[in-house]
């Protein structure tokens, strides 16, 4: 009986066509495991999809996090997550396709996989970590490229259950929190789960309002890893910080001068292309050959190679397709991360300042050594001086940067180290309150530039009276000082009572600090002169030294510009005019020849004209010039 | 197969086929030569065991991704005009 399914007999020619189509589908089944372990790739997401990519791919390469595929963050394992990944990566395929991606890329990233299922991969946040010191290198931009250096020691911490401590004592304990934006930056509420299975609950003071019981159950978060570390590998470092590694590392030369200014300057994140920053890059050539030619000549090399790493480091600063800069994304592992919560949200909403989550710095991280680059040292003694808002509080004489608001003075040394204490004042400051009538820029005894600006109450906040102070008093001023404006001109460097050496660059209004008129002393006067001065410029040829009528020897030196000062013309005095000369005098250069008005000449002088010389003639007898 | 041993020739005027191995490379170089069909699935195998070869021994498309994407692009395509070849040839057969 034949069955109702006729079935063709099979030959070796199906057999074989069967056989390869089973090879080819294995082949292709592990070319496809190989094809997603490609898609799972850093490659794949951070040169494929290369210009959205740059700015996140090019922190990632040097993070701490480089060797680990992009994958395991923001996929992670099994394949749900892995579905997901890629149906919600298609609509990225198509921005990318066809340009319409947003410039910069905008954070948090919303779909990325817990903390607890990524980062707990490999650290386990109950690992108790004890202080962890930090040195921080930094060089200034001056022309030595001043290398500063503090310590700063983390009190990480972390632990289990009652023994958990300090900074990770966020992640061993359960703690709630209520944001209200996307990127986590203003917190409402702040719920700690304590270990007695009692809620300790904190409420921001200016957000009180939305955080009721109902927002917090449907919005409240769990502190987790990415809380503080939500730059754990996308983490862009300032030009500052790149240029600060080279010269560590030795790839900037750090003797050259200026090197660390002109090298920041070129990162400059404003640029607007590489071809700017390139430009930038290649004038250093010009730079040290026209301000140092001796450096250049010497150190060519070391400026070649600086413009090589600066050259390297310009894809790691700029992003100019992106719109994106080392500025754009929070990195929440710093001061603005922490002080969302802390010094802001209390557990008493009537009282505030009680019950507030601390702000004390060093509850987190102490200093060792040195201080931060950026946080002058105390340039006056701190004994007797715990209040430190009382000067530097936001009302005080020198307030502290708004970036301090909140901070206690508890906190103030955390940073701000004793340093070089400032001159004591050497003389009286009784009677002398306007400092900068001689200590002002450009006065005799000039502040340094980094005072400018400051008043005159703002002198004693660091400069104390020396243990014996001088008076600030001079000789007595032996003249009247009516009418009298001008010192510089009797008394000025060179002048005929000139002041000593130590006064040189002292303006007139500073003498008046020290010299004090006497009393009962007289006016600055002398004989008025028997004749008018009309036409008289210069007093010397008549009463100088040596001359005919010379002036008593304490004027010596005195010039003609003196006289005046003391000598006033008598009212009515006759000009200084003699009888016409009769003749022509052109020519003639010496009247008293012999022969003429000498003494025994022709028409000899008057005895009163005695000792006069040929020079005196002409002021008072006028000739005939034809 | 008849008394003889020999096989039963369904196509008439066809020369008695050898047996075992050897008859099976005959009829293989015999299929090839004469389908169009199990010529291209033939290359179709080809091309795709040297593309899978070269994807896991060579690290070319991880290092130059686009190269990586041009050569998985063809994983796809190989599987769709492997599918068509295969299985019309095997309808065919």
Known sequence: ?626 | MNETGKQDNPVEGEATKPVGGEGLVHELLGLIRKDRLVKLGLVVLVLTTVLVVFVNMSTLPFDKPFVGLALFSLLPVFFVVGAIVFVLAILRH
């Open chain 1, 1 to 626: 009986m034949r069955s109702r399914f006729r079935i063709k007999k099979l030959n070796w020619s199906t057999l074989i066509i069967v056989a390869a189509g089973v090879i080819e589908m294995f082949l292709l089944m592990l070319g496809g495991i190989k094809m997603l372990e490609f898609t799972d790739s850093s490659q794949f997401c951070g040169q494929l999809c290369h210009t959205p990519m740059t700015p996140e791919f090019k922190a990632f390469q040097i993070s701490p996090h480089s060797r680990v595929e992009c994958a395991t963050c923001h996929v992670g394992s099994g394949a749900s997550y892995f579905m997901k990944s890629k149906v919600s990566g298609i609509p990225l395929i198509v921005a990318t396709v066809f340009n319409t991606y947003p410039r910069p890329i905008p954070t948090p990233v919303l779909n990325l996989r817990p903390a607890r299922d990524t980062c707990e991969e490999c650290h386990w946040p109950q690992k108790f970590s004890d202080d962890r010191l930090k040195t921080y290198v930094h060089y200034s931009t001056d022309e030595a490229n001043t290398k500063n250096e503090f310590q700063l020691a983390f009190r990480v911490g972390g632990g289990e259950g009652p023994t958990a401590n300090a900074i990770h004592w966020h992640i061993a304990s359960k703690v709630w929190y209520l944001p209200l934006d996307e990127k986590n930056i203003e917190i409402a509420w702040v719920g700690v789960e304590n270990t007695d299975g009692t809620l300790t609950q904190y409420y921001s003071s200016q957000f009180q309002d939305q955080a009721t019981a109902d927002k917090i159950d449907a919005g409240k978060k769990v502190m987790d890893c990415l809380d503080c570390h939500n730059r754990a590998t996308h983490i862009f470092k300032s030009p500052d910080d790149l240029v600060d590694e080279a010269i560590i590392q030795g790839r900037i030369d750090g003797t050259l001068p200026f090197i660390k200014k002109k090298a920041i300057d070129a990162l400059d994140v404003t640029n607007p292309s590489f071809a700017v920053t390139e430009s930038k890059i290649a004038a250093l050539d010009g730079f040290y050959q026209q301000q140092y030619p001796q450096v250049y000549q010497q150190k060519k090399a070391a400026v070649t190679q600086a413009q090589t790493t600066l050259t390297d480091l310009m894809p790691y600063v700029i992003f100019p397709e992106m719109r994106t800069t080392w500025q754009t994304h929070e990195n929440d592992l710093s001061h603005e991360g922490c002080f969302r919560c802390h010094g802001k949200l209390t557990a008493n909403l009537k009282q505030p300042t009680t019950g507030l989550i601390t702000d004390d710095c060093s509850v987190c991280h102490y200093t060792l050594s040195g201080s931060p680059d950026n946080a002058p040292t105390i340039p006056h003694p701190i004994e007797g001086r715990a209040n430190c808002l009382q000067c530097h509080g936001a009302s005080g004489v020198k307030p502290f940067p708004s970036n301090h608001a909140g901070k206690a003075n508890s906190s103030c040394t955390t940073c701000h180290l004793p340093g070089l204490v400032a001159r004591s004042v050497p003389h009286v400051i009784q009677g002398n309150s306007d400092c900068l009538q001689c200590h002002a820029a450009g006065g005799s005894r000039a502040v340094p530039v980094d005072h400018a600006g400051r008043g005159n109450d703002l002198c004693t906040g660091c400069h104390v009276t020396a243990a014996s102070p001088k008076p600030l008093s001079g000789t007595s001023i032996p003249h009247s000082l009516q009418g009298v404006t001008e010192c510089l001109q009797c008394h000025g460097a060179g002048a005929f009572v000139a002041y000593p050496l130590s006064h040189a660059g002292r303006g007139n209004g500073t003498c008046l600090q020290c010299h004090k008129a006497g009393t009962s002393v007289s006016a600055l006067s002398g004989p008025s002169t028997t004749h008018s001065l009309q036409g008289i410029s210069d007093c010397l040829p008549c009463h100088g030294k040596g001359a005919f009528k010379a002036y008593p020897v304490n004027h010596n030196g005195r010039p003609t510009t003196s006289c005046v000062l003391c000598h006033a013309a008598r009212a009515s005095a006759p000009s200084l005019n003699g009888p016409s000369v009769s003749h022509v005098t052109q020519g003639v250069t010496d009247c008293m020849q012999s022969v003429c008005h000498a003494s025994g000449g022709m028409k000899p002088v008057p005895t009163k004209h005695a000792g006069r010389q040929n020079s005196t003639c002409l002021l008072c007898h006028k000739g005939d010039t034809r």
